[in-house]
């Protein structure tokens, strides 16, 4: 069984900074990745990696977002800078050990936390 649980949103004002956390029940081999969803809109990547070390930016994310995992904690990631009000949504960790293809695409993945909700107010 796989769970998944996010922590670590938040309001915070432009241009702060969050730190998301996702606790894994157990450590998985294979892709950890954060998704968000905004109002009204369909959930996207923001980034991804595998237990091998390859890791995956949507482009919005490069340079501001950046994903990291802690073996020991079965714990990953998500530190947020300079965060923009286009940044607010709920954001979801997902797990799936094995993706052929577009790894920061919600249909491939099977697993997923409930989701902590990030505002950002200008």
């Known amino acids: 069984q796989v769970e998944l649980v996010e922590s670590g949103g938040g309001s915070v004002q432009a241009g702060g900074s969050l730190r998301l956390s996702c606790l894994a029940s157990?450590?998985?081999?294979?892709?950890l990745a954060w998704f968000r969803q905004a109002p009204g809109r369909e959930r996207e990547g923001v980034a991804t990696?595998?237990?091998?070390?390859?890791?995956h930016y949507a482009d919005f994310a490069k340079g501001r977002l950046t994903i990291s995992r802690d073996t020991a904690k079965n714990t990953l990631y998500l530190q947020m800078n300079n965060l923009k009000p286009e940044d607010t949504g709920l954001y979801y960790c997902?797990?799936?050990?094995?993706?052929?293809?577009?790894?920061?695409?919600?249909?491939?993945?099977?697993?997923w936390g409930q989701g902590t909700q990030v505002t950002v107010f200008s």
């Open positions: 157990k450590n998985f081999y294979g892709w």
């Open positions: 997902a797990y799936q050990p094995i993706i052929s293809d577009r790894p920061l695409e919600a249909g491939a993945y099977s697993h």
């Open positions: 990696m595998h237990d091998s070390g390859r890791i």
